[in-house]
């Protein structure tokens, strides 16, 4: 082995003890801090909080022309605007924030800069998973802030219905569950572009088609498919909520054998959903964390 | 752990069916400064790569003061400061900013960053940009602010790929001044480099790494004489013009020198054969002279030479 002994014995040598490994548990809120920072920084932040507002502004000036039919109650006014838009509102936050969270990292070169620091990988990931959620969570809060300002004018402060908020907590988890699979893409991929289209076509269209596929013709109880999960987002605004494990179904011919009544999956229970979702959140998360792990820096 | 150190054992990295660094067993311990060398695409940087964890070894493992840089990145990397492939900084962030990043997410006591941040950047001669963003900085610029984030903590060991990447000239010779003053301060400088005259100028040991194999690792006086083909040579530097046969004519030459030629109007270069004594005597005479000597080194070429002969043996 090529070693040459000490040139100089090292009078500062006693201090190395002051370079410890920083406490992990303090790293991942004070990145979070950073990345958050960075967020609040960028124009993405304000061209997303542009869109909210104006997406609500046409909202507002549509329920205030028609009124009559859109504002009968309060169930059916939050269950049309929130309900119908949430859960599409999620995938946008999510891929806008999370999309080039990694890959950002590798194609900015910014990664380098990062990873000169003693900290771990899985510290980067849950700092910046921390932030981006942040920043989304933000965004929907934005949006439900400006439903509710008509929602309080046209029926009055404390007419907002319990269905809203179990819709909101339900919404928040689905955003977890979508930025972790955002997150998941961003690592398997070193192109920030690749991740944002594929969870944009993915949560946009993939996961219908799926669940479709699955209940309607392998008649299946589609628990694997988030959006029968999210699909509770607008459900619990139906007259009767289904709070079970187990999903709500109609029963309908069949499409092979005409006189074959098949059960059909059609939305999860209200625990079913937030299990589903979660479970979505932590294999995603673990599976995106061993690829960052793994990955190169090169 | 009483001294700086970083060492490899039997470190290999593939890419594919390339092998970028072949079984690398080194080891560097103590306060100075290591010019780690080599041409284009010889491992160096995968080299420090796998020193700071960003990649991962095929086979064998590394040290930074003796703790192990893959199993233990964070422990590993809190007593080293980093500078590796020219890195970016949010664009958003000021100078000051990055570098209170660095001190906080390191860990270091608050009270002690606003005085460390503040002469670091000063090192660099970054004051002036301490609170403009990052993202509208020059290359030569942030590659100043890498160099303040990798030593803003006052770390004992520093690896360095290439720090004068993207320097002007007065930056690389402010970068070569930074690290002759980092060396007093008994730190393990460890630095990639493909500028022979920076590493003759800063380094105490070199190493070259050749299509990822190192050829050697000794101090720049053994380099030379090991491989030097038998021939020393200095450059030395007077306060005014001289003619090289007067230096010649001095008395008391060693009668191993074989060439004085001029390089400037008052700078020659001695070429002598023999052991490294005959520096030390060569020295003694031309001080004793009175000539006004006021620079005598090693002379880049020497180096040079070894560089070329040893790569191209590889081919
Ligand atoms: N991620 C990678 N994939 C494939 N080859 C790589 C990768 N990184 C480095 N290499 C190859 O490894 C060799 C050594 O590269 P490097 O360590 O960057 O050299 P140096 O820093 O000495 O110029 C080069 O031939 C380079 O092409
Ligand atoms: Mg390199």
Redesign the pocket.
Known sequence: MATISPATTDPVASSLIRFRAPPLLHQIPKLARYQLREYLRSRRFYAMAGIIVFLGTVLTAVTGYYRGPLVTDPVTFYGTDWGGAASFLVVLVAVLFGGDAIAGEFQNKTGYFLMGLPVRRSTVYLGKFLAAYAAAAAMMGLFLGILLANGIFYFGSRAAPWQLGLSALLAFVYLGAVLGATFMFSSLFKTSAYGFVLTALLFLIGFTLLQDYISAIAHAQPWMVISYASGTISSVFDPTVNWGLNGSWTLMRGDIDKNVVVKIYTVAGVAEGILIMLGYLLVTSLVGLSLFERE?F? | MTVPSIETRGLT?K??S?T??DHLDLKVEGGKCVGFL????????????LLTAM?YPTEGECYINDIPCHTDRTAALAGAGVLIESPEIYPSLTPNEALEMVEDVRGIPRDEWKGRIETVLAEVRMSDWADKKVGKFSKGMKQRVNIAAALVHDPPVVLL??PSTGLDPRGMSEVRAILRALKQTHRLIFM?S?LLSEVTEVCDEVAL?DH?KLRFYDTLPNVVSRFGKDQGSVDVTFDHPVDPAAVRRISGIPSDVTDITPLGTSQVRIKFSGPSASKKLLLRILVDADLGVVGFVESESALEEIYLSQISRGE
């Open positions: 190169d090169s | 990295r890419f594919g390339f970028a660094l080599g041409p284009n695409g010889s491992g160096k940087t995968t080299t420090l790569k990649i790929d290439e990639s493909h790494l990822g």
